[in-house]
């Protein structure tokens, strides 16, 4: 069946601008992860969706990150105000439960 | 803070032959573990999953668990060109099921 997927695949932002990075997991996965991942390291967790319903957020570095999952399918993490250290790749992951993650291609974000 | 660590590498093998890669964790408390593989540009595969301690057996690889020493490894046995990978080692960080990875080892397959 299909995968996780992620659009967009590359975005280039100006600093300051404002970017919102869309995440379609497996059909009927209930978890939903989103992870940062810098240029040699391992991905670090950002925030978890059970559902609709955000249950841990404890990885956002910032207030300028947020993230949302309305319907409980599709979800978007936004990050206002771009700063160059926001420059990364940006890991959507699934689960049917919370143990084994699917991931999607990413996004890689490169703010100028 | 709770750490999983592994060795950089890069690890260099030649074809058909056995790569050994190796994970340490911090928290004990820790129940689920897990290997990815990640090509150069793409995004991590699950390849493995083991939750009680010894050998779990899938193909050519096997993960084993040592929950008393706080260790895990995944061997890859014939190992191919196409294994050519970063490697990378995850951990169950809590309730909630967030995952917290190692910087991953870098496995060179050497035709």
């Known amino acids: 069946g299909a995968g996780v997927s992620q659009s967009p695949r590359y975005k280039v932002a100006k600093r300051g601008q404002d970017v919102a990075l869309r995440c379609d997991p497996i059909?009927?996965?209930?978890?939903l992860f989103w992870y940062q991942q810098a240029l040699g390291q391992g991905p670090e967790f950002l925030t978890y969706?059970?559902?609709?319903?955000?249950?841990?957020k404890s990885g956002l570095p910032s207030d300028r990150f947020f993230a949302e999952r309305p319907e409980g399918s599709v979800s978007t993490l936004k990050i206002q105000r771009t700063q160059q250290e926001d420059s990364a790749v940006y890991l959507c992951?699934?689960?049917?439960?919370?143990?084994?993650?699917?991931f999607g291609p990413g996004t890689r974000l490169t703010v100028t | 803070q709770k750490e999983v660590e592994q060795n950089s590498g890069p690890l260099s093998v030649p074809e058909g032959a056995i790569a050994s890669l190796n994970c340490t964790y911090s928290?004990?408390?820790?129940?689920?573990f897990f290997w990815y593989r990640q090509y150069s540009g793409k995004s991590p595969e699950l390849i493995m999953s083991?939750?009680?301690?010894g050998d779990k057996e899938d193909g050519r690889f096997t993960a084993q668990l040592n929950k008393a020493s706080q260790y895990v490894s995944l061997l890859i046995r014939d190992s191919q060109p196409s294994d050519s990978a970063t490697y990378l080692c995850?951990?169950?960080?809590?309730?909630?099921?967030?995952?917290?990875f190692g910087k991953g080892t870098k496995l060179s397959v050497k035709p």
């Open positions: 995850a951990v169950n960080g809590g309730s909630q099921g967030n995952l917290i």
């Open positions: 928290d004990r408390g820790s129940q689920s």
């Open positions: 083991i939750y009680s301690n």
């Open positions: 969706f059970q559902n609709e319903a955000q249950l841990d």
């Open positions: 992951a699934s689960s049917l439960n919370i143990n084994e993650q699917y």
């Open positions: 059909s009927g996965h209930v978890s």
